[in-house]
Every structure is written in structure tokens, then in C-alpha cells.
Nanobody
Framework: QVQLVESGGGLVQAGGSLRLSCAAS????????MGWFRQAPGKEREFVGA????????DYADSVKGRFTISRDNAKNTVWLQMNSLKPEDTAVYYC????????????????WGQGTQVTVSS
């Protein structure tokens, strides 16, 4: 069982930066692939990026590649999403998720989800 709590969301102007954190409970954090997803109003939830168990491999959606960076610290049971050069279209609720299976952009690969944190980017 893993519980995830996101933080760090807020309101930022276009071009600005935010760093989201996701703190995990439990001792088995390093066993999980960690993903970030987002859901904009009226849209389906979409994959943002993921990081492997060791942190050595990351994958990103094309829409955020080059602007967002995912990292993790297994000793701190934490994963971060650094978001730079934010655009109004990045406005969404951001969720972190933990998956015990393969490294994947699919929601179905992730078993545990946080409650989400709102990111709003003004133009």
C-alpha cells in the first residue's frame, strides 16, 4: 500500500516555473515506477511523464518534453516534477501515481494515485 500526497501547485504567469512534489508513504517506494498525469477542465487525464524505479530513466509526453523534468529521491520517498516555461495550456490538476509494473505512459499501469494539485498558468 502506498499513499501519495502532491504539493507545490499554484498560480503562475506564462513563462514561469513551478516545482511539484509528491511524497509517498511506506517503505517500498523504490519498487514503484512513478508517473505524473494531468487533467485539464473538460478533458481526459493525460500522461505527463514517468521515472523508473532507480531514477535513471525518464519519459515525457511530447507536449512537455524539454520543459518538464521528473526526478526522484528514494531515500526521501519523494518524486518531483519541475515545470519550466509554463504555458496556459499546462493549466490542469496534476496527479502523481505509483505503478508496480513496467515503465509505461498508460494510466492502467499505475495502481496508486494522489489527490492532485492544481496548476494554473495565466497568459
Amino acid at each position: 500500500q502506498v499513499q501519495l500526497v502532491e504539493s507545490g501547485g499554484g498560480l503562475v504567469q506564462a513563462g514561469g516555473s513551478l516545482r511539484l512534489s509528491c511524497a509517498a508513504s511506506g517503505r517500498s517506494f523504490s519498487l514503484y515506477v512513478m508517473g505524473w498525469f494531468r487533467q485539464a477542465p473538460g478533458k481526459e487525464r493525460e500522461f505527463v511523464g514517468a521515472v523508473s524505479r532507480s531514477g535513471g530513466t525518464t519519459d515525457y509526453a511530447d507536449s512537455v518534453k524539454g520543459r518538464f523534468t521528473i526526478s526522484r529521491d528514494n531515500a526521501k520517498n519523494t518524486v518531483w516534477l519541475q515545470m519550466n516555461s509554463l504555458k496556459p495550456e499546462d493549466t490542469a490538476v496534476y496527479y502523481c501515481a505509483a505503478g508496480g509494473g513496467s515503465f509505461s505512459p498508460m494510466e492502467s499501469s499505475y495502481k496508486y494515485w494522489g489527490q492532485g494539485t492544481q496548476v494554473t498558468v495565466s497568459s
